[in-house]
């Protein structure tokens, strides 16, 4: 049954103004989906999700888990040959769902425009004050800076305690919404494995960045993350403990030496690490192969946030040691109210990706045909140069095994050593990115990012690793391996030659099943001839 | 004809030394042979005749003896033409003894000197049996133009011929002028950025028009008849139910295309419903401002345009029409333009054609938020519901089939040409009152070398009638018909042909005295030079005439001739070959080359150097079409052990210059292989190989080929006969 489709306009603009504002570029060639180092073959993106967006179809994109499995490393953006950005338009659709499912639903309007920024800011700062008028403290203490002189820790507990409940409570309710929205989606599919092993997995997955690492053209972006997560989690624990001490009797301030305060400490340089490099990386000034990719308001408010509490959290032990109380409380005040909007704000700001982004994970990893991803060896992916003759790739395909790689043209029309592949552009989900190319009669088609492409492809369909069919007219050059290519469809490393066209890294990998496009059951993948295909990738 | 040069011939034959000649070559015996031939008067060497000294030594032999017959053994005759550039009336030949010899084979080996001295023999030849035609045939031309259709093209014609200050009749068969642009709303853009559409550019050319005084504009006119050849046409055209006679030098076709009829298109739901329409429809109803529902009346806010409506469909028109992608992106910007917050246009369409600069326009509409582009099959356009229609389209991009219902759909119809319908010429030709055509009606040209020249010498088509293109497009091709239809007059006033033998002054004589009237000629010429009198003899239209000869390859009795290319003139070069005796173990091999491609070819090879076999031996022909037979019946009986005829790729996407040539060799060559075989003779001894110019860097391993099938079949057993 053919899909009724009612692209919504209102839609397209707000993905614009959200950062995706060259969504409307691109035209399908799927070179975003063959150099995404987190797609894979079996559900290749973001290719689908940028006509989705163009067509204004919301609902789609709103539950489309792909969309939060993408951890924003740019390659797309960078290797994309129209600069339609596909990574800033997910980016876009991130920051549309969080305010489409969050609860209540009128106040997450509030987060999308710096025009409400004061409002935010003076909601906990006149609480914070009126609490202060109420119990008499609206005065520099005297004596000795104690922090609980301004606000007993009691009171603190009254307010915060509450707070970041509800943030919690809400940011849970945003989720559950999301999680319905998903699942609807796989109506009938059955979960490949359960809630509990997929939750321990994203866990895994989360606290050791796995996928996150992968990002090659934003690679910088995981050692300031990582930190960031480490440093906040410690901040976070540092706070319960501290609460821990105050009702068995320990009071603060902590001298330097407790391990609760060592904690701290690490925890706050961690954070003002991982924030600082997040931040300035924001302000390098992007190669001027890369675009310009300006971070949105929504994209700041977060991270501004998370980083005006680092520094302030630090200068209120600073001015606190340093004894100047005239600096010391009210920057303290400041730290209170910072504290306040992130965890009584987060599940409308960038932070409740912790929850979207979890939730996607475990559904993926519940429902989702296990992902064959490999890692690259090699170099780290460079990043496009334009490549001034063609027939030098040419020669390099067969002299230089790695050299070629840093040679790699994003937007080669010959597509001579390209990362790119023979994506066909009429083929369904763009390229495949481990089988040796799909089979002819695939309808994914596509060129390959690992293997060969079939030997008829006629554009050359480029290989990453293995090597491209040498009758192939219009080169389509290997990137890493340079070994002379099997007849047909290469394999990953070596060139060891698959047992039939269309050889994948695994050998014998059967070619991926159509995905319904418009909910329905995605029919399941025919079983492997011997061994699950993710034992395997997990070994690597 | 009584136009040849009546001076007693005296030869001078120059043999260069330079460029390796000297060394690689017996020089001597050159010398004997040219001082051996009759007529001559000098035979001198030099190091470097293309030197001023050298041409200067020529020069004196021409003033001070009276040489007016000159053989150059030197380089290929494809260069140094302008060194080598004497008064009008010297029989000119060259032997290409560098190129095809020196550079091509062994120095200082025998058989090397006896494929030059066989060269310089045929050259010799060659040249005694040339004349010069003293005059031009016809001498008063007409210098006006005709271009029929008043539209993009035909105004800009008529304007470029204007204002190169030739006198134009600009015909037009509507009561105004402007034909397509008439009836548009907007224009594609035509300047920087690309982008924004146009107000048709429309009046600005009218007034144009008007404004030149060489420019006679009829409307409400049709062409009735057109007769003679260039430089001498005479045209009747009737203009408002009067008949006028025209003296014309050039005819400029403009008379454009006209859209599908999309009543043929009742699978993509014209007729389903009153909502359904074509494109030019669409365009009429943006112009008179009412984007609405015919249904209804009601505006028509989401439209579905539906791209190739009958365009490459084996069963309406195969091929593409090359605008209709752009020009619905345009009416896409009309909906998007009359409701900016909600209008929505959807576009399906089968590869987004928009060439040159029209690519900045589609990635513009592409950035509307409100145009949606797929590819897609569109596989049912159904009414749904009173007023709206449902397009549902297979092969998507968004992954699987969709449907959209919305108030309009516009089947993007392709074009048809305007000579499909009628021949609106009336040529009176024997070969009948239209352009030749090879395939959809569209007239027969050589699209990559000359586009402009149909088959009609003289007759030039421009604008959507000779290939479907944009009124830009449409706008440059004008312009260049124009300057065609020009020196189509220039080229009649000084009796010279027209392209590709541009500026060659012989012409075909005709010995009517022994011809059958067996009407070969007049049926087999491409361009339609021969009339026939009352008794079927062929009647010579000499400015129709593009000097291929392949009247001469027609003609069974041999009586069609040119002065520098005769029947006797190729027999007597081919009998100027020694044949060696079966007993050497030598072949010789004759290589017929048309001119265009396949010989300038080898010259290349030579240039580069490529050494073949020295057995062979390379006559250059006219075009294969310009062989007659009984050149390869004499090379077969006089020992030749086989015969190969190389030339350009024939059929639908031919590459012959004149346009059938190759395809008659071959057709004919079927005829010698019957006879061949008759007379027990191998067929395989007379071959048809397509050889394309960038093809040369194959012509060792064509020879060797060759001649190994050759050896396998053995000697010519006729040698020594």
Redesign the interface.
């Known amino acids: ?7 919504d ?1 209102d839609f ?2 707000s993905l ?1 103004q959200l950062g995706g504002e060259n969504l ?2 691109c ?2 060639c799927a070179t975003c989906s063959v150099v995404c180092p987190i797609s894979t073959d079996d559900r290749p993106f973001p290719r ?1 999700e940028m ?2 967006a ?4 919301k609902e789609k994109l709103v539950s489309d888990p792909l969309v939060w499995v993408c951890h924003n490393c740019r390659d797309c953006s960078s290797y994309c040959p129209r600069g339609a950005k596909p990574g800033e338009l997910l980016a876009a659709v991130r920051d549309y769902t969080i305010t489409h499912f969050a609860w209540p639903s009128s106040f997450a309007r509030l987060f999308n425009s710096a025009r409400f920024l004061p409002l935010l800011f003076a909601i906990p700062v006149v609480l914070l004050l009126a609490v202060l008028a109420v119990e008499g403290h609206l005065h520099i203490p005297e004596g000795q800076i104690i922090y609980s002189k301004l606000f007993p820790i009691h009171t603190l507990e009254y307010i915060y305690i509450p707070v970041a409940f509800f943030g919690f409570i809400a940011g849970l309710m945003g989720m559950r919404r999301y999680w319905t929205a998903i699942s609807a989606q796989r109506a009938g599919a059955r979960p490949r494995r359960g809630l509990v092993e997929a939750a321990i997995l994203t866990g895994k997955e989360i606290l050791s960045h796995t996928q996150f690492k992968k990002c090659s053209v934003e690679g910088k972006r995981y050692y300031g993350h990582l930190p960031m997560l480490y440093g906040f989690l410690g901040a976070f624990g540092t706070t319960t403990l501290v609460t821990i001490y105050y009702y068995s009797g320990r009071f603060t301030p902590l001298p330097l030496y407790d391990p609760t305060k060592i904690l701290g400490n690490v925890s706050a340089v961690l954070l003002l690490y991982g924030c600082g490099r997040l931040v300035a990386r924001r302000f390098e000034k992007e190669p001027e192969e890369r675009n310009n990719l300006p971070s949105s308001y929504f994209d700041w408010l977060f991270l501004g946030l998370l980083t005006a509490v680092a520094v302030t959290g630090t200068l209120t032990e600073l001015t606190r040691l340093s004894g100047a109380a005239g600096i010391a409380y009210p920057i303290y005040f400041i730290h209170l109210s910072l504290i306040f909007m992130l965890l009584g704000y987060m599940p409308y700001s960038k932070f409740a990706h912790l929850f979207y982004r979890s939730a996607a994970m475990v559904h993926e990893k519940m429902y989702a045909p296990e992902a064959v991803v490999v890692a690259l060896p090699g170099p780290p992916v460079a990043p496009p140069v334009v490549v001034e003759e063609v027939e030098e790739v040419e020669e390099e395909k067969v002299a230089a095994p790695a050299g070629a790689a840093a040679k790699a043209p994003a937007t080669s029309p010959l597509g001579g050593g390209s990362k790119i592949g023979g994506g066909a ?2 083929s ?2 763009g390229g495949s990115k481990i089988g040796g190319g799909a089979p002819p009669s695939s309808p994914f088609g596509g060129g390959s990012k690992i293997g060969g492409a079939p030997p008829t492809s006629p554009l050359g369909g480029g290989s990453k690793i293995g090597g491209a069919p040498p009758t192939s007219p219009l080169g389509g050059g290997s990137k890493i391996g340079g070994s002379p290519p099997p007849p047909a469809g290469g394999s990953k490393i070596g060139g060891t030659p698959p047992p039939a066209p269309g050889g994948s890294k695994i050998g014998g990998t059967p070619p991926p099943a159509a ?4 909910g329905g059951v995605p029919p399941k993948p025919p079983a492997p001839p011997v061994a699950p295909p993710a034992e395997e990738s997990k070994e690597e | 004809m009584a136009n040849d040069t009546a001076a007693e011939p005296k030869l001078g034959t120059y043999i260069c030394t330079g460029c390796g000649l000297g060394e690689a070559l017996d020089i001597g015996a050159l010398e004997k042979i040219a001082q051996a031939a009759p007529k001559s008067v000098t035979c001198k060497t030099h190091a470097f005749f293309c030197s001023d000294e050298g041409v200067k030594v020529i020069r004196d032999d021409l003033a001070g003896a009276g040489v007016n017959h000159v053989v150059i053994a030197a380089c290929s005759g494809r260069v140094n033409q302008e060194v080598f550039a004497f008064p009008k009336e010297v029989v000119l030949d060259r032997v290409n003894l560098r190129e095809q010899v020196a550079w091509s084979h062994a120095a200082k080996d025998a058989d090397t000197d006896a494929l030059a001295q066989d060269y310089l023999r045929m050259g010799l030849v060659k040249n005694s049996k040339s004349s010069i035609p003293a005059s031009p045939v016809t001498q008063e031309v007409y210098e006006t133009l005709l271009v029929i259709g008043a539209g993009a093209t035909g105004m800009q014609a008529a304007i470029e011929a204007a204002k190169a200050g030739h006198k134009v009749v600009l015909v037009e068969k509507e009561a105004e002028l402007g034909g397509y642009m008439r009836t548009l709303h907007r224009q594609l853009p035509q300047r920087q950025p690309y982008t924004a559409l146009m107000e048709p550019d429309l009046a600005r050319k009218q007034v144009e028009v008007k404004a030149q005084p060489n420019i006679t504009v009829m409307t409400s006119a049709e062409v009735v008849k057109i007769s003679g050849q260039p430089g001498l046409f005479t045209a009747l055209v009737k203009s408002d139910g009067r008949e006028s006679t025209l003296q014309v030098g050039a005819v400029v076709l403009a008379t454009g295309s006209s859209p599908y009829d999309a009543t043929k298109l009742g699978h993509l739901g014209f007729g389903a419903s009153p909502n359904v329409v074509s494109s030019d429809t669409f365009e009429a109803m943006a112009k008179s401002g009412k984007l609405v529902r015919p249904s209804d009346g009601q505006p028509a806010r989401s439209v579905a345009f539906v791209l190739c409506a009958g365009s490459r469909d084996p069963d309406h028109l195969p091929y593409c029409s090359s605008t209709c992608c752009a020009t619905s992106l345009k009416q896409a910007a009309y909906v998007r333009q009359a409701n900016p ?2 209008g ?1 246009a959807y576009v399906f369409y089968r590869d ?1 054609r928009t060439p040159g600069h029209l690519e900045y326009f589609y ?1 513009a509409m ?10 897609g099959k569109v596989t049912a356009v159904k009414a749904a519901g009173k007023n709206q229609v449902a397009v ?4 998507t ?9 919305v108030d309009l759909v516009v089947l993007a119809t392709g074009m048809v040409p305007s000579t499909l319908a009628h021949d609106i010429l009336g040529l009176q030709y024997r070969q009948g009152p239209a352009l030749p055509d090879l395939k959809y009606g569209f007239p027969d040209s050589h699209f990559i070398c000359f586009p402009y020249e149909t088959r009609r010498t003289g007759v030039f088509a421009a604008g959507t009638v000779r290939a479907p293109m944009t009124i830009a497009d449409a706008t440059i091709d004008g312009g260049g018909a124009a300057m065609k239809g020009i020196q189509a007059i220039a080229y009649a006033r000084t009796g010279e042909a027209a392209l590709p033998r541009a500026m060659d002054p012989t012409y075909p004589v005709f010995g009517l005295d022994r011809c059958t009237a067996c009407k070969r000629c007049t049926e087999e010429c491409p361009f339609g030079t021969l009339n026939e009198d009352d008794k079927g003899f062929p009647q010579l239209n000499i400015n129709r005439c593009r000097r291929c000869g392949i009247c001469m390859g027609a003609c069974p009795e041999r009586v069609i001739n040119f002065q520098n290319y005769s029947i006797d003139g190729m027999s007597s070069q081919i009998r100027a070959i020694e044949i060696p005796s079966e007993s050497s173990g030598k072949l010789r091999i004759l290589a017929f080359m048309c001119e265009n491609d396949a010989y300038p070819a080898i010259d290349m090879a030579g240039v580069r150097r490529l050494q073949y076999d020295a057995q062979v031996r390379v006559v250059p022909v006219r075009c294969l079409g310009a062989i007659n037979q009984v050149w390869i019946a004499d090379s077969l009986s006089g020992g030749f052990d086989g015969v190969m005829l190389l030339g350009c790729k024939y059929g639908d996407n031919y590459q012959c210059h004149m346009i059938r040539g190759s395809e008659l060799a071959v057709e004919r060559l079927g005829k010698i292989q019957e006879t061949l075989n008759r007379l027990g003779l191998e067929a395989e001894r007379v071959q048809y190989i397509e050889f394309p110019i960038s093809d040369y860097q194959r012509f060792p391993e064509i020879v060797k080929g060759f001649v190994k099938a050759i050896r396998k079949i053995g000697p010519n057993p006729f040698k020594g006969f």
Do not use: C, H, N
């Open positions: 049954m053919p899909t009724t489709v009612a692209p306009l397209i603009r614009k409307k570029s035209y399908q689908p006509i989705y163009q067509w204004g179809m552009p009429p369904m989900f995905r319904p496009m418009f | 917050r909600e929505r987004m990635k592409q950035q509307d938020e409100g145009v949606f582009l797929t590819k549902t389209a297979e092969e991009l968004l992954g699987g089939p969709i449907t959209v219902e």
